[in-house]
């Protein structure tokens, strides 16, 4: 469903800031796949998700998105496939909007329609179903805007509307980064049952080792913009934090030491 072969990505090439953010990524995910990603500051793991996204172009290399070529095409064209989730709540929903209708919008992504159409009795009706499997009351605030609703109804509200439309591929930046650990935890619950309910494929950063153990059915692990190590699904239901670490420090180490013979 999601293939990506050799991309990289530089940063301020030739100069002193140059970085290399992502170095020759091979990765495949099969429909249905829900991956999580993770790594230190700097890894490149919000750089991958900006590349799949079209937020970014990569230098060489090809992204293919159900079986087409996706590489050259901005981030607004790939918008009926792909959605996204970041860690700051006041990114993915207009505040000044009301909640049904940024609905409107996530329903309308990708199309040249209007936001009145997306406003009927009911697709109304449908947005109220849709909210009350947030537990958060918003099914009775159609109409209050999204600026006064609190870090983690946004961010509920902003996982419901890039699930809306059903994307190939659903990216989650860390998205509950920004949250205080009872709201993060609903919001891991909403995002585990939102992706296999809808048999969604999906990608999510976590610097949480235990997140990222605990969700989705494989993982990956990443360093200086490589891919350190992958789990596959029998992998992961066996691996412990314990694991994760000396796998790090153990790549890390190996890493170093190919890079100084480079």
Not at 80 to 101: C, K, M, W, Y
């Amino acid at each position: 469903m999601l293939r990506l072969d050799n991309i990289s990505k530089t940063f301020h090439p030739g100069t002193m800031h140059e970085r290399r953010a992502l170095v020759e990524i091979n990765l495949e995910l099969q429909r249905g796949d829900f991956v999580t990603i993770i790594g230190s500051n700097g890894a490149g793991k919000s750089t991958l998700l900006n590349a799949i996204s079209g937020a970014i172009m990569v230098d060489v290399g090809t992204i293919a998105i159900d079986g087409n070529d996706v590489t050259r095409l901005p981030d607004h064209k790939r918008a009926r496939q792909v959605a996204r989730v970041f860690q700051d709540p006041n990114a993915g929903t207009s505040p000044h909007l009301s909640i049904e209708q940024n609905l409107a919008v996530a329903v309308n992504r990708g199309k040249r329609h209007t936001l009145a159409r997306g406003l009927t009795k009911a697709r109304r009706s449908e947005f109220r179903t849709q909210l009350l499997t947030l537990e958060q009351g918003l099914e009775a605030r159609l109409n209050q805007r999204v600026g006064l609703l609190s870090g983690g109804q946004r961010q509920a509200l902003s996982l419901l509307m890039a699930s809306f439309t059903h994307p190939d591929l659903l990216l989650l930046d860390e998205h509950v980064a920004a949250l205080d650990p009872e709201r993060s935890e609903l919001i891991l619950r909403l995002t585990a049952e939102i992706i296999a309910e809808r048999g969604l494929t999906a990608m999510m950063v976590t610097h949480n080792m235990e997140h990222a153990l605990r969700l989705g059915n494989r993982l990956v692990m990443m360093h200086e913009g490589r891919i350190l190590h992958s789990l596959t699904e029998v992998e992961k239901a066996s691996a412990t934090t314990a694991d994760l670490l000396n796998w790090f420090a153990t790549s890390k180490a190996t890493l170093s030491d190919s890079t100084l013979l480079a």
